[in-house]
């Protein structure tokens, strides 16, 4: 079926596959089947065109993509999904899915030819799919904890914040991959000041809000009940949103995390900001555990993400469900359409602010 909207009115949105022994392939081939949510935008698939192709065939699905060469300057114009096929790695197994360096170094090299185009303006949004940390290490990359670090090191962002969106709520994250007994070492309140600042912008700039309300969560049981349970929300939460009130920002708390998530799922608060990865993630998947997307605050360009790992334990059996990918590649679609229209509105009041200084010259 041929796409009806014209392609340079859509943004075009770029795809890793993620771990080629994980459900990276299955999740994409899947979730671009819906073809309402393919014709919104333009796709670049950077993965392997064989488990494309695979994971097609154990969903019983026509190919609807066109595998094309590397470098986004070769594709075909008249491609509206194309898969960049990355041939010089070979994926073939024996036995279970499982971490490997080969796995690691290809996951790896589908994300920097992302990064690449991203930077040059080429795709307009990156949706990463599932990597294993594990391959990445056996690849030798010891230092990189996950995409996020990867990317604030890539894009020289000195401050960068995960964000969830999941069904009713949105959560930033204080810290993210750190060990629970860790935290009080790497607690500060430029840590939990920068999360409040940064989905202030973002649901200001992306989610239409004009004054989100933004909800601080507590670090101890019961927000630490006037200091009976540690000293953590008077020493460091506290003067955080006195901060971020002084910046112009509507945030409030520190709450008892255990009622502020219900609060938030009611429509009390736009965003909610979350001390540690747990705290955060526990409400988000118990309410959209199959829909939860993962954003990566502070990055000058747009990535999305799935909230789910590789699951190897079911690759090649048809079961991976898509609807984390879907909501990943839907948010990147409509992240990208607000971006876009901001810098129309904003080259237009340029351009009038401009038309009338020379009249009153």
Known sequence: MTDTHPSESRPTIG???GDPHGIGAEVIVKALADHSLRERARFVVYGLAEQFETAADFAELQPYWRVAPRGIENSDSGTNVRVLDFDEFSMHRRGPAQATPEGGRASMAFLEDAMRDARFDEIDAIVTGPINKTSWKLAGYTKIP?????LAERFRSRRVTMMFVGGPLRVALASTHVALFDLRNQFTIGHVFQPIDLMHQALTDWFGFTRPRIAVAGLNPHASENGRFGDEEARIIEPAIDMARNHGIEASGPYPADTLFRRAAQGEFDGVVAMYHDQALIPVKLLAFDEAVN????????????DHGTAFDIVDRNRADPGSMKSAIRLAIELAEQRRAKRLRDAADSESSNATEDSNS
């Open 15 to 17: 795809i890793t596959m």
């Open 146 to 150: 996950g995409h996020t670090e990867l």
């Open 295 to 306: 954003i990566t605050l502070g990055l000058p360009i747009i990535r999305t993400s799935v």
